[in-house]
């Protein structure tokens, strides 16, 4: 599977477990850490652990495995790293606060659901 096709299978396992604002970021051509962030948020702790469960086991469904996860069952902020993407999983409050969005401007959001 291609880099893309994995955002898109961690946006479907996102998507199923109710994840808000799920985001892609194209950072090819910014950065050299990874091809795309996938970013969202969810409502509270059991639902971004859901979250998180539900996006490993996908990607290792594909064939992937995660190489390191930051965040532990009390966080409000999962890193998810899969070399080629990096799966970015927030409370709401701290999704705004640190607002890779912003940070990460320089990057393409992909509609991924066109692509």
Do not use: P
């Not at 970013?39 to 086991?57: C, K, L, S």
């Not at 899969?82 to 999704?95: A, L, M, N, P, Q």
């Amino acid at each position: 599977m291609t880099a893309l096709e994995l955002c898109k299978t961690a946006v479907a396992a996102l998507e199923d477990r109710k994840a808000e604002d799920v985001t892609v970021i194209d950072i090819q051509e910014v950065s050299t850490i990874a091809d795309y962030f996938v970013i969202a948020d969810g409502t509270n702790e059991n639902q971004i652990q859901a979250m998180r469960d539900a996006v490993d086991e996908a990607l290792h469904k594909a064939g992937l495995s995660v190489r390191q996860i930051e965040g532990n069952q009390k966080s409000t902020w999962i890193l998810m790293d899969y070399g080629d993407i990096i799966v970015h999983i927030f409370s709401k409050e701290d999704r705004l606060f640190y607002d890779l969005e912003r940070i990460w401007r320089d990057g393409k959001i992909v509609d991924i659901h066109s692509v």
